[in-house]
């Protein structure tokens, strides 16, 4: 498996603000996390971001250079969790707060050329036609920077839960550099076959999040990652991996990982 997956950047995520239990990292640590992060072998960093224009961009830049690590990626799942926003809201000024705050991750994420996650900002409960006018209008902000929507499952929201949602929202958004993140948890609960979506998403792939069945780390559940990083090597993926998943059964199991990922 190492041969799939040598030359694509693999990493963790890393809180900047508050923390989440995909990191085994509290984020007043966040630079003592990115030297151990790089010390266990990782190439790619995903950060944790809440409101980005609390982050000092030249701080952050600074000391991915330090340790030698790749910025690929920001979720923003955060703000919905924290404050509520939703891009599908039928409240206006939480809609153009959610909005704002997307285009804000943007900025910071342009010289990085880091993909920006919308996950859990997309709301629960919110509205299909609002939700594809707020991308849209996110989209259309900067057009060199990617969006990666994620088909996110039926637990969670009730908006976009499978590939193939996904790929037809982005039709109709009509946006070059809106794309799709995969994740193997929840496509574990929606897709018929890892194979199959992974291939429909195709050159619309942007970003990748690993986690097992029972959302702990590759290997600790039943999925079949063998046949998820064929596929992504048979449809040259080159973006990032990152691993979103609990740091079970243990941190360290999380950091082996970075020596022997897939399994």
């Given at each position: 498996m190492k041969d799939v997956l040598r030359d694509r950047p693999l990493g963790i995520?890393?809180?900047?603000?508050?923390?989440?239990?995909?990191?085994?990292f509290p984020p007043e640590r966040w630079r003592e996390a990115l030297v151990e992060v790089a010390r266990a072998g990782f190439t790619a960093v995903e950060l944790a971001i809440t409101d980005p224009t609390r982050v000092d961009q030249d701080e952050v830049a600074k000391a991915l250079r330090e340790v030698g690590l790749h910025l690929v990626s920001i979720t923003t799942g955060q703000a919905a969790g924290i404050e509520g926003l939703s891009l599908s809201s039928p409240n206006e000024p939480v809609r153009e707060r959610a909005v704002a705050r997307i285009k804000a991750h943007m900025e910071f994420a342009k010289p990085f050329e880091a993909v920006v996650i919308v996950g859990s900002l997309r709301g629960a409960e919110g509205d299909r036609r609002l939700l594809v006018e707020s991308l849209r209008e996110c989209a259309?902000?900067?057009p060199g920077v990617r969006l990666a929507f994620e088909p996110l499952n039926r637990y969670e929201t009730r908006l976009v839960n499978t590939v193939a949602e996904a790929l037809e929202l982005?039709?109709?958004v009509g946006a070059e550099n809106l794309g799709i993140l995969f994740d193997t948890f929840h496509a574990n609960i929606e897709e018929?076959?890892?194979?199959?979506?992974?291939?429909?998403?195709?050159?619309?792939?942007?970003?990748?999040?690993?986690?097992?069945?029972?959302r702990?780390?590759?290997?600790?559940g039943h999925l079949p990652f063998g046949e998820v990083f064929r596929t992504l090597k048979?449809?040259?993926y080159r973006g990032g991996l990152i691993l979103e998943c609990f740091p079970k059964p243990?941190?360290?199991r999380l950091f082996a990982l970075a020596r022997r990922p897939g399994s």
């Open positions: 995520i890393v809180p900047l603000q508050d923390p989440t239990p995909f990191s085994p259309a902000h900067n982005i039709e109709e018929p076959r890892f194979a199959d979506s992974i291939r429909a998403v195709g050159e619309r792939l942007f970003h990748v999040h690993l986690a097992d069945s029972n702990w780390v590759p290997g600790a048979e449809i040259g243990s941190p360290e």
